[in-house]
């Protein structure tokens, strides 16, 4: 071969290659990290991503450069000459991406397997999935159940799923994996979070009329106030109804992600508005405000304010400290509003 066509066969596959990088660096196509797991997952994205810009230049070289130098003049209508088999070449193209692709399944079997790894002091949550809601065990602490999934800075955590009624899938963008709940079985999902924050937990899987609203929070804590936190809750929950605060309960349980409370800054539409609760009561013909807060809390679909849909809000079975402290607060909330 000349010198010339392979200085311009690198002159375009380099222009191609810092086009494509470009491309690649200067948006930010992921969302922020915030795990080790997800960092990892990024790695192989990367590494992925690098081979195929390489591909890239080397096949846009090659056809932009023949495009331009075998181009056909406007009056030829002759055949092209015959041109049959090149074993050399085709080695290299058989060869380099199996070289390539088993590169890229050495890489992902690594990381898949490194993400798996449990650490010693690994703490466990049951995670509980139903139509619409998700709620956490701290096996760790009593059993203590939230609404929010708070986790610990840089601790291996261990989410165990399990769902009530049909397959629901956990997802937070920044922890970059998702992990579907089937009835009948357990399933998990190894994080170490690596940033402090507040991610959404999403529900990925279409499991009915509230699918959409199937959505709650993951607080990253460090750790010394993830400890705290936990050993707050734990006597609380063990403690008589005076220590236990509703607005935390209703906070805890994510009631404003479906509801409008003024006393709890609270701007939910999804479900009835819990300043006007002493009105629904009086629609549904109930004089006995605490029973029926009560019984909307407990079975939620045995009657639905008119106007909102029905079998949204999941049951809450929520130990039975919380529950008065809930319907009281709520009752004195809106008699307010
Ligand atoms: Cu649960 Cu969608």
Redesign the pocket.
């Known amino acids: 071969m000349r010198r010339g066509p392979i200085v311009a066969l690198l002159g375009i596959g380099a222009l191609a290659a810092a086009i494509a990088t470009a491309v690649a660096l200067l948006f930010p196509w992921l969302p922020h990290p915030a795990s080790d797991e997800r960092d990892r997952i990024d790695f192989v994205t990367w590494f992925t991503v690098a081979i195929c810009i390489a591909i890239f230049a080397v096949v846009a070289a090659v056809m932009i450069y023949a495009v331009i130098r075998f181009r056909a003049a406007p009056d030829d209508d002759s055949d092209g000459s015959p041109v049959h088999g090149n074993t050399q070449l085709e080695i290299i193209w058989t060869l380099v991406p199996t070289v390539l692709v088993t590169a890229i399944a050495i890489v992902s079997a690594v990381v898949l397997a490194r993400n798996d790894a449990l650490a010693k002091d690994t703490l466990t949550i049951d995670v509980t ?1 139903q ?2 809601a998700w709620s956490f065990t701290y096996p760790e602490a009593k059993n203590l159940t939230t609404g929010t999934l708070r986790v610990p800075l840089g601790r291996s955590v261990d989410l165990h799923f399990t769902s009530k009624d ?1 397959i ?2 956990f997802w937070v963008q920044e922890f970059g994996q998702k992990q579907d709940t089937v009835p009948g079985i357990q399933t998990h999902l190894h994080i170490t979070p690596n940033k402090v924050g507040t991610y959404p937990v999403i ?6 009329l509230g ?1 959409a609203v ?1 959505r709650t929070e993951v607080v990253v804590m460090p750790a010394a106030a993830f400890d705290k936190w936990l050993k707050g809750q734990t006597s609380q929950t063990s403690s008589s109804s005076t220590g236990t605060s509703g607005l935390a309960v209703f906070t805890n349980n994510q009631c404003s992600g479906c509801h409008t409370l003024r006393a709890a800054n609270a701007q939910g539409k999804i479900g009835p508005d819990l300043d006007k609760l002493p009105q629904y009561a009086q629609q549904a013909g109930q004089s006995d405000l605490a029973g029926f807060i009560r019984q909307s809390i407990v079975q939620p679909n045995d009657y639905v304010q008119p106007g909102f849909p029905k079998n949204v809000m999941p049951p809450f079975d929520l130990p039975k400290p919380q529950l008065d402290a809930l319907v009281q607060y709520l009752i004195q909330s809106s008699k307010k509003g």
Do not use: K
Not at 203 to 208: A, D, F, H, P
């Open positions: 999935a139509q619409f049909v629901h899938s529900c990925t899987e279409l499991c009915g699918h199937m």
